[in-house]
């Protein structure tokens, strides 16, 4: 079975800050997703990565695959109290299953 | 609007009795699933539909039932609960593989078996 194991579990920073989140494998993937789950609602889809060593920009987020398509990173600059939520990393396993990662929930004080 | 709906968005049940919990998405889309969300663990698949008719197991399947009769709904049976089962349940949609396209969750159900 893949599993998705996702660091660090919680994160507490300060407005202005950085921070990474890292998703990792022991398996291959030929793609993985984040989303951005806020409390009482589903995950929402941030971005979807394919190719190995991809790096994708979203605004303040840039996501990378790592280059044997492993691994996965999550990196916020400048970090706003409207990023705080539970991020998490989603692959496909097999043709039809679909596997989320443990979560990181990040919390961003004003 | 396009969305995923499931219903009831929280539940108290007591142990043994069976429950549907229902899923509908108006987007057309093929690819439809069944998550549970518990502290620590993520959300885990429990069940899959490919199309209609088509139904595989996800990795915690045990306990549950699905069907898929028509494209647009997708309903999870829990024919004799168990506290175990007390958890925070999300229907997915997507119109392709997952991973290849976007899923589309639904707000979630709350379900406390008791």
């Known amino acids: 079975t893949q599993l998705l194991e996702q660091s660090p579990q919680f994160l507490s920073i300060q407005e202005g800050e950085n921070l990474t989140v890292y998703c990792n494998s022991s398996s291959v993937f030929s793609s993985l997703q984040w989303y951005r789950q806020e409390p009482g609602e589903g995950p929402v889809l941030l971005v979807t990565?394919?190719?190995?060593?991809e790096v994708k920009k979203l605004k303040r987020l840039t996501f990378q695959f790592g280059d044997a398509r492993k691994d996965s990173s999550l990196h916020i600059t400048a970090a706003q109290p409207g990023d705080t939520g539970l991020y998490l990393c989603a692959g496909r396993s097999g043709t039809y299953k679909y596997i989320f990662g443990t979560g990181t929930r990040l919390k961003v004080l004003a | 609007e396009a969305q995923v709906t499931q219903n009831p968005r929280y539940l108290i049940t007591v142990t043994g009795k069976k429950l549907t919990v229902t899923c509908s998405q108006n987007m057309n889309h093929e690819y439809m699933s069944w998550y549970r969300q518990d502290p620590g663990l993520g959300l885990r698949q429990i069940y899959y539909?490919?199309?209609?008719?088509?139904?595989d197991k996800g990795d915690v399947p045990e306990g549950y039932k699905v069907s898929r009769k028509e494209k647009r709904n997708f309903p999870l049976i829990l024919e004799s609960p168990s506290p175990n089962q007390t958890s925070l349940y999300f229907c997915a949609s997507s119109l392709g593989s997952p991973g290849a396209t976007e899923a589309f969750f639904g707000q979630g159900t709350r379900l406390t078996v008791v």
């Open positions: 539909s490919m199309n209609v008719e088509v139904t």
């Open positions: 990565v394919v190719t190995g060593g």
